[in-house]
């Protein structure tokens, strides 16, 4: 590779500023849309509290903070709690859910479903159960997760420690009949799936699972839906991530974070690259550059 390539490379691939050439835009965003797991919660309760502070500071301030997760509304109450809704005075809406699938509005209102085709969906459910997969897939409609078989033990625990919701055994014929707006399969490397490519998978390898959502949808699909509902756009809207399904909303909005400890290629599409880890607050310093 020459240098020129490699310079045109680097100009293509890696656009973030160190964090210390931000400054505080003279219009703040109106919204900030946020990611869970590997950017807002943090396990030790201690630091996490300072997430939640930070999180009623943007609020007070006039920005209006919502969780943009590939999560749904049923695992993020179960992670967060009533406490957390309580003491931030979040009640979870307006967001953007289950990687865009699921958007509802500031009263709780579902306004935008995206649900596989029926003839892809039971293409899906052919393939795992050709596969071995059927007692490890879970199936997400917007009144939660649904499986074909009893869930593996090693799932349980890992859904357990995930704090996710664990899945009702349904039948094949009963799963058809429900609008599936997302799978998820504990299986890294569907390499074999013939029809992967008509669909927006991505891989959590740190969890060992797949997430597969219709091709048209993402967390930026969700947020442009959402943000239109509220009469806004991207460019009044920041948003901050750690993982490969935050890239299309850190290129979208007009403000984007990647956490010092997100993947290559959030770092690398991001507008500002944090100084500090997820679990080191780096979601309260995102917070305070917008507001201080």
């Not at 406490?83 to 289950?98: A, D, L």
């Not at 799932?155 to 799978?183: F, R, W």
């Not at 967390?219 to 839906?225: D, E, I, Q, S, V």
């Not at 991530?241 to 290629?265: H, P, Q, T």
Request: proline content about 3%; aromatic content about 12%.
């Amino acid at each position: 590779m020459t240098i020129l390539s490699i310079v045109i490379f680097l100009l293509i691939n890696v656009s973030s500023d160190p964090i210390s050439n931000f400054s505080k835009p003279a219009t703040p965003p109106k919204y900030f849309a946020i990611d869970i797991d590997g950017t807002f919660h943090i396990k030790d309760e201690s630091k996490f509290k300072k997430n939640v502070e930070a999180f009623k500071r943007l609020k007070q301030n006039n920005i209006t903070p919502f969780f943009c997760t590939a999560r749904d509304t049923f695992c993020v109450k179960k992670l967060l709690g009533d406490s957390f809704s309580n003491e931030s005075g979040y009640n979870f809406y307006p967001g953007v859910y289950s990687n865009g699938t699921l958007v509802y509005d500031s009263d709780g209102n579902l306004i935008s479903e995206l649900k596989f085709e029926d003839t892809l969906l039971e293409k899906f459910i052919q393939y795992f159960e050709d596969n071995g997969l059927k007692d490890k897939t879970m199936y997400l409609t917007k009144d939660g997760f649904l499986s074909l078989e009893e869930f593996f033990d090693d799932g349980k625990k890992i859904l357990d420690n995930l704090k996710y919701e664990a899945p009702t055994k349904i039948t094949k014929g009963e799963l058809k009949q429900k609008d599936v707006v997302s799978i998820d399969v504990f299986k890294i490397g569907l390499t074999n799936c013939d029809f992967i490519n008509q669909v927006y998978s991505i891989e959590f390898s740190k969890e060992g699972h797949t997430q597969i959502t219709p091709s048209e949808c993402n967390k930026k699909a969700g947020l442009a839906k959402l943000l239109e509902n509220l009469g806004s756009n991207e460019t009044e809207c920041a948003f901050i991530g750690d993982n490969l399904n935050d890239i299309e909303a850190m290129e979208y909005c007009s403000i984007s974070f990647a956490v010092g400890d997100a993947v290559d290629e959030a770092k690398n599409k991001a507008k500002w690259l944090l100084d500090l880890n997820h679990d080191d607050c780096a979601f309260e310093k995102a917070a305070n550059l917008l507001v201080d």
